[in-house]
Each structure stands twice: as C-alpha cells, then as structure tokens.
C-alpha cells in the first residue's frame, strides 16, 4: 500500500458531468452511464472492487470480491471460449473483412 502510482484502468471522480457517458471496468464490461442511478450504481460497484489478477488472463484488474474473471473473460468464457489462453494473446476486434 502507499502512494504508489494509481493504476490507470478507470479514473471516476468529477469525470462523469456530461448527461451519457460510456465507461468501461472489469466486473461487467461496458456502462452506459446516462443518470444518477446508473452512477450511483457504478460508484458502489467500484468502491466495492478490489486488485486482483484475472484468473484467465491474468491481468490485473479491479473486481468485486465475489468475482475472479474480468468482464471480457466472463463474455469470452460464455462464448465458448477455452478456459485458458494458451493461444491468443488479445483478441482485438475483428474488422469484418471477409474472404
Ligand atoms: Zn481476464
């Protein structure tokens, strides 16, 4: 613990004035955030998260306790993807450019 440098994944406080706002964290991706509640919401969600490493990426990442993959793991593992990634180091989104 310290002051040590903050990690840069997500910077909340005073950033959220415009009325939508898309934000992205580990525990579930992608927000929306476009009201008070959402931004309540997500501020009790990031209060909540601590460091972890990612269980599949292994990454560092923030997430609530009760978690042990990162949102894109999570969306990755529903898809079928393998538990493990052996493989591919970063799936980058596709282009769309066909054959
Ligand atoms: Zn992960």
Redesign the pocket.
């Known amino acids: 613990m310290g002051a040590a440098s903050a990690p840069s994944t997500v910077s909340v406080g005073g950033a959220i004035s415009r009325r939508e706002l898309t934000i992205y964290e580990?525990n579930f991706g992608f927000w929306e955030i476009d009201g008070q509640v959402e931004q309540a919401f997500f501020e009790y969600v990031q209060r909540q998260s601590v460091q972890k490493t990612?269980?599949?990426?292994?990454?560092r990442?923030r997430l609530m306790p009760a978690k042990t993959?990162?949102a894109?793991?999570?969306s990755a593992l529903e898809c079928g993807a393998p538990r493990t990634m052996s493989r591919y180091r970063h799936a980058g989104p596709k282009t769309g450019a066909g054959p």
Do not use: K, Y
């Open positions: 580990h990612c269980d599949r990426c292994e990454r990442v993959l990162c894109s793991c999570a």
